[in-house]
T-cell receptor, first 108, second 113 residues
Framework: GIQVEQSPPDLILQEGANSTLRCNFS?????LQWFHQNPWGQLINLFY???GTKQNGRLSATTVATERYSLLYISSSQTTDSGVYFC??????????FGSGTKLNVKP | EAQVTQNPRYLITVTGKKLTVTCSQN?????MSWYRQDPGLGLRQIYY???????DKGDVPEGYKVSRKEKRNFPLILESPSPNQTSLYFC????????????FGPGTRLTVT
């Protein structure tokens, strides 16, 4: 299967700080999503971004498929951004592989 | 409201007692999939279905069965649960073609004693 590595594994920020989360994957993919898992365990879709750049409010993401990585940017972080961020990649549109996540703690 | 629902949300059972976790989606999606999440790990795919009567194994299918008799439903069956199947389970669905983002259910926390 495809190896998905996320970094950093843990991140502590002061409210208002910016951060960049990285997702590296080992093979060509045709599907890539970023998720936020909140403290209640719910998986929230952030971006569907197999290539290119997207922005949604304080969050933006960039995927460079040819170099096999994706970045998630969080600006002006808030305590509600705390949780675990997952990158998931898809192969052949049916098999999916998740990274181990980046655990983010935003302190007030 | 477009959603994926799972039942039950929490379940405590004993080794060997057959159980079924239901999953239903109201978005007319062709593709559905089951994942498990264990502490410190990302989600791992158990089974997926490309459409009615079409299912295939993911990375960790041992000990699980699925069926897809209707487009909206994709139940996960544990015929003889064991403690190593204690986990958080997620069902997901997506359409095929176009924007293929997966939508996840709320999760089912299963404990097998």
């Amino acid at each position: 299967g495809i190896q998905v590595e996320q970094s950093p594994p843990d991140l502590i920020l002061q409210e208002g700080a910016n951060s960049t989360l990285r997702c590296n994957f080992s093979d060509s993919v045709n599907n890539l999503q970023w998720f936020h898992q909140n403290p209640w365990g719910q998986l929230i879709n952030l971006f569907y971004i197999p290539s290119g750049t997207k922005q949604n409010g304080r969050l933006s993401a960039t995927t460079v498929a040819t170099e096999r990585y994706s970045l998630l940017y969080i600006s002006s972080s808030q305590t509600t951004d705390s949780g675990v961020y997952f990158c998931a990649v898809g192969y052949n549109f049916n098999k999916f592989y998740f990274g181990s996540g980046t655990k983010l703690n935003v302190k007030p | 409201e477009a959603q994926v629902t799972q039942n039950p949300r929490y379940l405590i059972t004993v080794t060997g007692k057959k159980l079924t976790v239901t999953c239903s989606q109201n978005m007319n999606h062709e593709y559905m999939s089951w994942y498990r999440q264990d502490p410190g790990l990302g989600l791992r795919q158990i089974y997926y279905s490309m459409n009615v009567e079409v299912t295939d194994k993911g990375d960790v299918p041992e000990g699980y069965k699925v069926s897809r008799k209707e487009k909206r439903n994709f139940p996960l069956i544990l015929e003889s649960p064991s403690p190593n199947q204690t986990s958080l389970y997620f069902c997901a669905s997506k359409k095929t073609g176009g924007s293929e983002e997966q939508y996840f259910g709320p999760g089912t926390r299963l404990t097998v004693t």
